[in-house]
């Protein structure tokens, strides 16, 4: 099924696949379990829970198939979630991934976040997940130091952006050393087992490293299953904060 601008779904066995392009997979759904993490960076942006582990606002820019705003909706009904999607052909597929509708505490909304997140109030959001990505690379307007920029103003302190980037993008050392720049080297990065993505964490005015818990915890409302699929990207993430000192 074809969403239109390139964007389609493929169906497997037990997976429903959004793809842009020819081969890009976006997002991946379990069709027996539509609310699990299927794709490991997905799994790492859930690091955020080391630094925020009862956020009241995540604000998300790249809806894609839903996956990350489905899970959180899910396991921390506390989270007031805003999901900003800038392409109408992905988001007219969001019932065909089962993304629920919007409701007090849950929305999605149609336009670029860039722009949305220039207009906002400071130190309004306590996580931020960043995974704008079309067909060919990433939104151009995601990766400028004036973006990035807004990313720690809107951020209270504390609070963390979480970003998709990708290994292969020849524009990667930029793009951390905006990141590295703009929150005063307080991120760091860690690269997924699979796909070739990256993923990047950046506090507002804290380093990463500080106040880490010794122990990982599971969040209250969140099954032990679930927590169990997820644990070990937060244990990656966890020792490579730890091993990392500041960057660039």
């Known amino acids: 099924m074809n969403g239109g601008d390139g964007v389609r779904i493929e169906n497997d066995r037990f997976l ?5 392009g020819d081969t890009d997979v976006q997002s991946a759904m379990d069709l027996r379990d539509p609310d699990r993490l299927v794709l490991e960076y997905t799994r790492l942006m859930m690091g955020f829970l080391l630094f925020q582990p009862r956020p009241s606002h995540i604000l998300m ?3 894609g198939g839903g996956s990350l705003p489905k899970f959180c909706h899910r396991h921390l009904p506390e989270a007031d979630i805003t999901v ?3 392409d109408p052909s992905v988001l007219a597929l969001r019932d065909r991934f089962e993304i629920p509708p919007d409701q007090p505490g849950f929305r999605v909304l149609l336009g670029d976040g860039a722009a949305h997140l220039a207009t906002m109030n400071d130190a309004s959001v306590d996580v931020l997940l960043v995974d704008g990505f079309d067909a060919g690379r990433m939104a151009p307007s995601l990766g400028t130091q004036g973006f990035y920029a807004d990313c720690r103003r809107v951020l ?3 609070g963390v952006m979480v970003g998709n980037l990708h290994e292969l993008d020849l524009q990667l050392g930029i793009f951390l050393d905006r990141i590295g ?3 005063d080297g307080h991120a760091a990065y860690v690269p997924a087992r699979e796909c070739g993505n990256c993923v990047v964490f950046a506090r507002r005015e804290v380093a990463l490293s500080s106040r880490l818990p010794r122990h990982l915890r599971r969040p209250g409302a969140m099954p032990e299953a679930t ?3 997820i644990e070990a990207a937060l244990h990656d993430v966890l020792r490579t904060v730890r091993a990392t000192r500041r960057f660039p």
């Open 16 to 20: 429903r696949r959004l793809c842009f």
């Open 84 to 86: 900003l999607e800038v």
């Open 227 to 229: 927590w169990a699929g």
């Open 156 to 158: 209270r302190s504390g």
């Open 61 to 63: 820019i790249g809806l």
């Open 181 to 183: 720049q703009c929150f």
